[in-house]
């Protein structure tokens, strides 16, 4: 199998980059459609998504725990389980489609 070569979710996946409203605040991460998306980008994203959220679901679950009068999470458990997992899901889809899209173009330019 080629690192370029085309599958049928790439078009889904680069097409869902394309749109800027689906970057949000992360839109300075996103590159052109030439440049090649690296370790450093998708880890800078789930970093800027999972430790947010991660806390956010930390303070949810430590709040029903005390309702409950069960031991709260640790604070760290769900931010860093998010961002791995954003890690992961971005540089198994996203990251693949985009590298190889950015690899036909660098090759027919």
């Known amino acids: 199998m080629l690192p370029d070569q085309v599958f049928p979710s790439d078009s889904v996946f680069t097409d869902f980059c394309d749109r800027d409203s689906n970057w949000g605040p992360l839109l300075f991460l996103r ?3 030439g440049t090649r998306i690296g370790v450093a980008r998708t880890v800078a994203g789930a970093v800027l998504l999972g430790l ?3 806390l956010l679901a930390t303070i949810v679950l430590t709040l ?3 309702i409950l009068a069960r031991p709260a999470p640790a604070l760290i458990e769900f931010p860093l389980l998010l961002t791995l997992g954003y890690w ?4 198994l889809t996203l990251a693949r489609a985009w590298n190889r899209r950015a690899a036909r173009l660098a090759r027919w330019s």
């Open 88 to 91: 992961l899901v971005a540089q």
């Open 52 to 54: 947010p959220f991660g």
């Open 31 to 33: 590159p052109s459609q």
């Open 64 to 66: 029903c725990a005390r």
